[in-house]
């Protein structure tokens, strides 16, 4: 059923504490937007007796601020969905449910209460109201105010009528004196955190109904994507590596994460992704193209086996590591949606300079799709992140958890049957996102000059040689560029085959398709 989703966007006239209702007390904020004046009463207690769990944010920055700044006062009807203007805890990427604690309605003295918490925010917006505070309180509209200003999902019992996506409350206020945006979400211990994409719904009670389909759609990296007769296998480990790669028994051949056309797996020490693997049909993405971004952690793994939003601030982007648009479709548009979401799960981000991010490494996939070498627009995209000791390090923005490293580089193998030749085809690419990084790999690289920010097409021999990745020789064998000796004279043995080609990339031409 879920519930009337609303946005009150004001300005706060005052604030009353209920310390007399021992059941279901409740603190009362009151807000006008000029022309009505409306009541929000915030539950500081569980019907049940617990505590209610609670999230200050004191320096909050989410996309949907952007949209929030753009409103005018006002009660206003926002559509419940990942594009809207709509708070979702468990899909939007801003709070964790570890970031939640219990805090007791009512305790004698001060600042030791979720109503002391509550009504400090409140004096300093009413102090600063004519100055342009304002507060936005997203939660259920009744007549004459707002309330359900808490999570709306994951309940069970009578409330589970309740439950929806992209519709959680919660209070975010603006302090013009500081120019920045504070919030306190709101959630009961009843409510779980693992809910339906779909309903909001427990998943325990819930229904997904996405398994795989032959031939479309599917949970996680299938390697006869292309064709029954070109398979490509997923890459191994070398010896070194395979004591970096996070094994667990709940994940398939204990460390592969498989998510709809894509899989990972995982670094211990970097909490990021070894490789992504996907398969890509941008012909059906043309039909069912998914929408919706729900940055997010990823179920499969624990919290401390991944980077959660409190690294991703300053000059560092989410950066997919399997662009969303290569997995964004399915069968239907429904499918093709949650795809879309489940691109986003904090498995599949990596530390991403915002210019490199958004520049020519972001649009690679395009830029092969463009050129219209393949015969079905399908690809295999293999991808993932190069270290080397001068990798950046980056500490969270919030909390106290330890600082990650910022990869070097980044690298790509696309794979493909060619329109012309109906034979398997494969690019393979480099990047890296810091100039010292790019330097770090010269012995990798037999003294080729190589720069950061700058597109690179390569063998797969290099790949290997930077990643500590085995591939099958399939990927070898069909590509254009190989380690060769620029020295090698016509008619000598081609024995000591070591310095890879590189190719720069410029604007998406330069490709080079055959040898």
């Known amino acids: 059923m879920s519930i009337k989703y609303a946005l009150l966007v004001g300005q706060v006239t005052g604030g009353d504490r209920e310390d007399d209702d021992p059941r279901t007390p409740h603190y009362t904020i009151y807000v006008t937007d000029n022309e009505r004046s409306y009541r929000v009463p915030v539950n500081v207690q569980s019907g049940d007796g617990s505590e209610v769990l609670y999230r200050h944010v004191t320096d909050f920055d989410a996309p949907v601020l952007n949209r929030l700044e753009l409103l005018g006062e006002g009660l206003l009807n926002p559509q419940p969905e990942e594009d809207g203007i709509a708070l979702d805890y468990v899909r939007g990427g801003y709070i964790k449910e570890s970031d939640m604690k219990p805090l007791p309605a009512t305790v004698e003295g001060e600042n030791n209460d979720l109503q002391d918490m509550i009504h400090k925010l409140i004096q300093k917006a009413k102090r600063q109201r004519d100055h342009g505070a304002k507060i936005f309180v997203f939660g259920e509209r009744f007549p004459g105010g707002m309330h359900d200003v808490h999570m709306n999902q994951g309940n069970k019992g009578r409330w589970k009528r309740d439950n929806g996506v992209w519709q959680d409350g919660g209070l975010i206020f603006y302090f013009p004196f500081e120019d920045k945006y504070q919030a306190l979400f709101f959630a009961f211990q009843t409510q779980s955190w693992q809910t339906s994409d779909n309903t909001g719904h427990p998943v325990s009670e819930s229904d997904h ?179 080397t000791p001068e990798d950046k390090s980056v500490q969270p923005a919030f909390g106290s958890g330890m600082p990650a490293n910022a990869p070097s580089g980044f690298w790509k193998i696309n794979s493909y049957i060619g329109a012309a030749s109906g034979e398997l085809e494969v690019n393979a690419f480099i990047s890296f996102q810091n100039e010292r990084g790019a330097q770090a790999v010269k012995d990798a690289v037999e003294g080729r000059t190589i720069k950061a920010f700058k597109v690179y097409q390569t063998s797969t021999t290099l790949i290997e040689r930077l990643t500590g990745l085995v591939f099958d020789s399939v990927y070898r064998d069909n590509n254009p560029l190989f380690f060769f000796d620029d020295r090698l004279q016509a008619g000598e043995a081609a024995d000591d085959l070591n310095r890879p080609q590189l190719e720069s990339i410029t604007n998406g031409r330069g490709f080079v398709f055959s040898k």
Request: charged fraction near 30%; glycine fraction near 8%; hydrophobic fraction near 30%.
């Open 209 to 387: 109904g996405d398994s795989a389909e032959p031939g479309t759609s599917q949970t996680g990296y299938r390697n006869n994507f292309l064709a029954e007769d070109f398979v490509m296998p997923l890459p191994t480990f070398s010896n070194i590596l395979e004591q970096d790669v996070l094994y667990k028994p709940n994940l398939k051949n204990d460390h592969l994460i498989d998510h709809p056309n894509y899989s990972v797996a995982m670094s211990k020490k970097n909490r990021q992704a070894v490789y992504s693997a996907a398969n890509a049909d941008f012909a059906r993405r043309g039909l069912f193209g998914g929408k919706g971004r729900e940055f997010r952690l990823d179920p499969n793994l624990d919290e401390s086996e991944q980077l959660g939003a409190e690294y991703y601030k300053g000059r560092y982007d989410r950066g997919h590591i399997t662009k969303r648009h290569a997995v964004a479709w399915g069968r239907s548009r429904r499918k093709a949606n949650k795809a879309s979401r489940d691109s986003c799960f904090f498995s599949n981000i990596s530390l991403q300079d915002h210019g490199f991010h958004h520049d020519e490494w972001g649009r690679i996939e395009n830029a092969i799709t463009e050129t219209r070498h393949d015969v079905d627009d399908r690809f295999n995209i293999i991808t993932g992140p190069v270290y």
